[in-house]
């Protein structure tokens, strides 16, 4: 047997002490640079406000549309919302949208006022408190732009805290033309100020929301040249030849006409549309299988074209027909003029013949025509829209689907108010955390805590297994 001796043990185990120190102080290294990296990531995001947007549908940004209206500007935007420092969360929600706004544009400047605390900032930036439900909320949008040559300074208000309403009001603010849309009474329409299941008030409120003005046209007389566009929401009545001549007439010179007629009506509304290349057959579409509610008369239209009222648009939400007709859409003969199919019916919807056979789609539901044509130095364009059915925009149907957005979309294109169109998306599509800087610190020292924990235990581990 071999004896060692004492010296070259204690030797020995003096350096496999030395090598254990060694590698616990570099754990120790290690773990106190994870923390610091931790320690300094959580306390930059207390600092620094960096967001993105991993939705499928980028629910958490501003639309294209928003961005393009906001890539436009030359000149500040000023919004001022009048919120209550009482209504802390709606402050706050509305903060975190304008301050999309605000990252996205040099241009726009937000600041908020408390109407209770602070009337006077109100009068200083040019809000009379008077008469105001200041309890409500109210936004201030002040947009100064160049008329020959001088500064001149546009205001709106507006109650809205969603984006449409904020790109809206930045759109509406300082705008040169009035948007005017008539409704033609006369002929058994749906009443655009009947709160009945059947009227269209909801869709004129809907109007009225993105600032247009709603009047009413009797084409006994000429239509008047400020309406941009003109609709007829479904008349059942033989409209007489001279006011169809009227309207033809104004179309002819740049007017712009959306058509909503139901299955089964009276009007000879394809009389005009005729010389524009579109048709409203008249005859009931149904669909036993792609419908809504189970009812064969309740099209579910989800098939749409790459016309932009409905580029956007996917099967995902599809536009509900409550009965309706095919449009069809043919040549005229003349090369000037274009037409288009905007939504189209299930593969599975058919007609049937006067001698109950079966005509089978597809058909289309809605389609568009335009046509321009230089006149001086001006350019004159005619655009109108044909649809089979005027249920969609009934108060009892608008807010089915996507009807609501395929209304808006489609005044908006016919207005040549492009930077309108836009899908108001699926407020569930994706769903932001957005917490507040004494929130944000309490996460950071949640998360933080379970690291410092084990830290403390290892060195307290650490330390005894040394001291043995």
């Not at 004129?204 to 007829?232: C, F, G, I, Q």
């Not at 009965?323 to 189209?344: A, P």
């Not at 149907?397 to 998306?425: D, K």
């Given at each position: 047997?071999?004896?060692?001796?004492?010296?070259?043990?204690?030797?020995?185990?003096?350096?496999?002490?030395?090598?254990?120190?060694?590698?616990?102080?570099?754990?120790?290294?290690?773990?106190?640079?994870?923390?610091?990296?931790?320690?300094?990531?959580?306390?930059?995001?207390?600092?620094?406000?960096?967001?993105?947007?991993?939705?499928?549908?980028?629910?958490?940004?501003?639309?294209?549309?928003?961005?393009?209206?906001?890539?436009?500007?030359?000149?500040?935007?000023?919004?001022?919302?009048?919120?209550?420092?009482?209504?802390?969360?709606?402050?706050?929600?509305?903060?975190?949208?304008?301050?999309?706004?605000?990252?996205a544009s040099r241009h726009i400047q937000v600041e908020f006022i408390d109407p209770i605390?602070?009337?006077?900032?109100?009068?200083?930036?040019?809000?009379?408190?008077?008469?105001?439900?200041?309890?409500?909320?109210?936004?201030?949008?002040?947009?100064?732009?160049?008329?020959?040559?001088?500064?001149?300074?546009?205001?709106?208000?507006?109650?809205?805290?969603?984006?449409?309403?904020?790109?809206?009001?930045?759109?509406?603010?300082?705008?040169?033309?009035?948007?005017?849309?008539?409704?033609?009474?006369?002929?058994?329409?749906?009443?655009?100020?009947?709160?009945?299941?059947?009227?269209?008030?909801?869709?004129?409120?809907?109007?009225?929301?993105?600032?247009?003005?709603?009047?009413?046209?009797?084409?006994?007389?000429?239509?008047?040249?400020?309406?941009?566009?003109?609709?007829?929401?479904?008349?059942?009545?033989?409209?007489?030849?001279?006011?169809?001549?009227?309207?033809?007439?104004?179309?002819?010179?740049?007017?712009?006409?959306?058509?909503?007629?139901?299955?089964?009506?009276?009007?000879?509304?394809?009389?005009?549309?005729?010389?524009?290349?579109?048709?409203?057959?008249?005859?009931?579409?149904?669909?036993?299988?792609?419908?809504?509610?189970?009812?064969?008369?309740?099209?579910?239209?989800?098939?749409?074209?790459?016309?932009?009222?409905?580029?956007?648009?996917?099967?995902?939400?599809?536009?509900?027909?409550?009965?309706?007709?095919?449009?069809?859409?043919?040549?005229?003969?003349?090369?000037?003029?274009?037409?288009?199919?905007?939504?189209?019916?299930?593969?599975?919807?058919?007609?049937?013949?006067?001698?109950?056979?079966?005509?089978?789609?597809?058909?289309?539901?809605?389609?568009?025509?335009?046509?321009?044509?230089?006149?001086?130095?001006?350019?004159?364009?005619?655009?109108?829209?044909?649809?089979?059915d005027s249920d969609f925009i009934s108060n009892n149907y608008l807010a089915q689907n996507?009807?609501?957005?395929?209304?808006?979309?489609?005044?908006?294109?016919?207005?040549?108010?492009?930077?309108?169109?836009?899908?108001?998306?699926?407020?569930?599509?994706?769903?932001?955390i957005s917490l507040r800087p004494a929130v944000r610190t309490e996460v950071f020292w949640?998360?933080?805590?379970?690291?410092?924990?084990?830290?403390?235990?290892?060195?307290?581990?650490?330390?005894?297994?040394?001291?043995?």
């Amino acid at each position: 047997m071999i004896i060692r001796k004492r010296e070259e043990l204690e030797a020995r185990e003096a350096v496999d002490i030395q090598r254990l120190a060694r590698k616990g102080a570099g754990s120790l290294v290690y773990v106190l640079i994870v923390l610091a990296i931790a320690f300094l990531a959580m306390a930059a995001s207390i600092t620094f406000h960096k967001s993105w947007d991993l939705s499928d549908t980028s629910a958490n940004s501003l639309s294209p549309q928003s961005m393009t209206v906001l890539a436009s500007l030359e000149e500040d935007v000023e919004i001022y919302p009048m919120l209550p420092k009482r209504r802390k969360m709606q402050r706050e929600q509305f903060w975190d949208l304008l301050r999309k706004y605000r990252d996205a544009s040099r241009h726009i400047q937000v600041e908020f006022i408390d109407p209770i605390r602070q009337p006077g900032r109100m009068a200083e930036v040019g809000v009379d408190a008077r008469g105001q439900d200041l309890g409500r909320g109210l936004t201030l949008i002040k947009r100064t732009r160049m008329v020959d040559g001088s500064p001149v300074e546009y205001k709106q208000t507006f109650r809205g805290q969603e984006e449409q309403d904020v790109t809206n009001a930045i759109l509406e603010v300082g705008r040169t033309r009035d948007r005017v849309v008539g409704f033609a009474r006369g002929y058994g329409e749906r009443d655009p100020e009947s709160s009945a299941s059947g009227g269209i008030e909801l869709a004129v409120r809907a109007l009225m929301d993105e600032y247009y003005t709603v009047v009413d046209v009797d084409l006994e007389r000429d239509v008047p040249n400020s309406v941009t566009v003109m609709v007829l929401a479904g008349p059942v009545q033989t409209i007489p030849r001279s006011h169809l001549d009227r309207l033809q007439h104004w179309l002819d010179g740049g007017g712009r006409l959306l058509a909503l007629q139901d299955p089964d009506s009276a009007s000879n509304l394809n009389d005009l549309l005729r010389d524009w290349g579109l048709r409203i057959s008249g005859d009931d579409l149904l669909d036993p299988r792609d419908n809504l509610n189970g009812s064969p008369i309740f099209i579910k239209a989800d098939t749409y074209s790459d016309h932009p009222v409905v580029s956007h648009f996917n099967k995902r939400l599809p536009t509900a027909f409550a009965r309706t007709s095919g449009v069809d859409h043919f040549e005229t003969g003349e090369g000037l003029l274009y037409h288009q199919e905007l939504v189209t019916a299930g593969q599975l919807a058919y007609t049937m013949s006067e001698d109950g056979r079966r005509q089978p789609g597809p058909y289309a539901v809605a389609a568009a025509s335009w046509r321009s044509r230089e006149e001086g130095d001006f350019e004159i364009e005619t655009r109108l829209v044909a649809v089979g059915d005027s249920d969609f925009i009934s108060n009892n149907y608008l807010a089915q689907n996507a009807n609501r957005n395929f209304f808006l979309n489609t005044m908006a294109w016919l207005g040549r108010e492009e930077e309108l169109i836009s899908l108001r998306r699926d407020p569930m599509a994706g769903q932001a955390i957005s917490l507040r800087p004494a929130v944000r610190t309490e996460v950071f020292w949640i998360v933080l805590s379970p690291a410092i924990l084990v830290l403390v235990v290892g060195v307290v581990v650490l330390s005894r297994r040394r001291g043995r």
